[in-house]
């Protein structure tokens, strides 16, 4: 693979289109699940894919540990914005692998950079430099305000990263203090991993409490409260606080420049760290690079991971060269993390989405199918708001989200839930065209009437 040292960057979006065109058609056919895929198709070049559903639904719940309520759906191949099941059938995808696919399944220059890359060298280990991972790292410094990167494997292990260097980052900072600032703060409805110490970051009791006791020292206190953050900060006790620009998990909330440059503020005057978590937010989603840069409120730390390397496993930790100065050979380390193979594809993934004018498309569609939706779903009495920025989408309801996304997907479209299980979650592939949002609002409307029956029962 051959690396351009002259890519340029740029760093955020300063130009929102205003005008959009609404689609107001009549009907829309809400079943995607009607063409089967036959001859040429990839379902068919393994007898592991010849398998119906139910069986391998039923090896599944036989053979691997039961930690995911998966719902009753066997895919096996996708293109873009479309995924099939085993039975050939087409559903258009909203939830990107959870914002994981940002490009869709397939992309070329993706699969062209994985492609060559396993051809020459896929793993050599942290021991050795490798060429993508410089790369990578080159170009993650160029676009962020970071001076330097970790990697890692996923976004929990980026969190974790960041909790230790944000401890320390502090024992650095007091070498004459016998109890730096060690405690961390949070907010509710926040979500940063399931690993020991993220899992003590993460607001829901539920996910916490069958691993009593998990790592402490942890305050959650109400995203967005800025008084009581300040006031915590400002106590002398607080290592850094992590904070989600925008929430994903916890229902698609947004916080305000107010919040996020109090925090800012707070953390200059008390030496406490910054740290933001743009796992789900980050890398093009909300129209903008990272999600932070609309608000102008810059980190000491940030965590990357979902759609930064296409599917592949990788996370990031950005951080200032104040931060990277505290950290030593040996603190931290990871095996698998920033391979040749991984970085490569992280390469192509940010090559793209870090265009301005593929940020752009991402803020244009994004205006476009939230107006879409108001227009289609507000008028439902079980909506309450429709929120988010660029292809982040929340639709909180009065009621389950369960029965719409189940309806959906037997009607061909897949979405997820968020929150308290009340908000419908929308985070499709960055490459969706405005005629498969236009057919994704139909599908939406026309199944919204299962919770009038899901309500009444």
Not at 65 to 79: D, E, F, H, I, Q
Not at 124 to 150: C, G, H, T
Not at 170 to 181: A, G, H, W, Y
Request: aromatic share 8%; charged share 20%; proline share 5%.
């Amino acid at each position: 693979m051959i690396f351009s040292p002259s890519l340029s960057f740029h760093r955020s979006l300063t130009l929102k289109p205003t005008n959009y065109y609404y689609y107001n058609s009549g009907a829309v056919t809400a079943c995607l699940n009607v063409d089967v895929r036959v001859s040429g198709s990839s379902q068919n070049t393994s007898s592991l894919q010849e398998k119906k559903s139910a069986e391998i639904i039923a090896d599944e719940k036989k053979f691997i540990v039961g930690t995911y309520a998966r719902a009753p759906l066997v895919l096996s191949s996708g293109k873009g914005c479309k995924l099939y099941d085993v039975e050939g059938r087409e559903y258009l995808d909203l939830t990107s692998g959870i914002a994981v696919n940002a490009l869709g399944p397939g992309d070329p220059d993706w699969v062209r950079a994985v492609t060559e890359q396993a051809d020459v060298l896929t793993h050599v280990s942290n021991v050795y430099y490798s060429i993508p991972q410089v790369e990578l790292a080159k170009r993650l410094v160029a676009s962020s305000f970071a001076d330097r990167v970790f990697f890692c494997n996923s976004g929990t292990e980026a969190t974790e990263a960041a909790i230790k260097f944000a401890r320390k980052f502090q024992r650095f900072s007091n070498p004459d203090s016998k109890e730096p600032p060690y405690e961390f703060l949070a907010f509710t409805n926040c979500f940063h991993g399931r690993t020991m110490g993220a899992l003590a970051l993460t607001s829901k009791e539920h996910y916490r409490s069958p691993f009593q006791p998990v790592m402490p020292g942890v305050t959650f206190l109400e995203y967005g409260d800025t008084q009581a953050a300040v006031e915590a900060i400002e106590s002398g006790k607080v290592a850094a606080v992590f904070v989600e620009p925008i929430q994903g998990e916890g229902g698609i909330y947004s916080a305000t420049k107010e919040f996020l440059q109090s925090l800012r503020t707070a953390c200059d005057t008390s030496g406490c760290l910054l740290v933001y978590d743009e796992v789900q937010c980050g890398l093009g989603r909300t129209g903008y690079l990272w999600a932070h840069e609309s608000y102008g409120v810059f980190p000491d730390i940030m965590t990357l991971a979902k759609p930064l390397a296409g599917g592949l496993p990788i996370g990031a930790v950005l951080v200032t060269e104040r931060v990277a100065s505290a950290i030593s050979y040996g603190d931290h380390g990871s095996t698998f993390a920033g391979n040749p193979l991984v970085c490569s594809a992280g390469i192509a993934v940010l090559d793209k989405i870090s265009n301005p004018t593929f940020l752009a498309s991402v803020c244009e569609k994004g205006v476009y199918f939230k107006d879409l939706l108001v227009q289609k779903l507000g008028g439902d009495s079980h909506v309450k708001e429709i929120r988010g920025l660029g292809l982040i989408i929340g639709v909180e309801l009065d009621v389950s989200a369960s029965p719409l996304v189940e309806a959906c997907q037997k009607s061909g479209l897949l979405v997820l839930t968020a929150g308290k299980g009340n908000v419908v979650r929308i985070v499709p592939p960055l490459i969706i065209s405005k005629q498969e949002l236009e057919l994704a609002a139909g599908i939406l409307a026309k199944c919204l009437p299962v919770l009038d029956q899901a309500s009444n029962k």
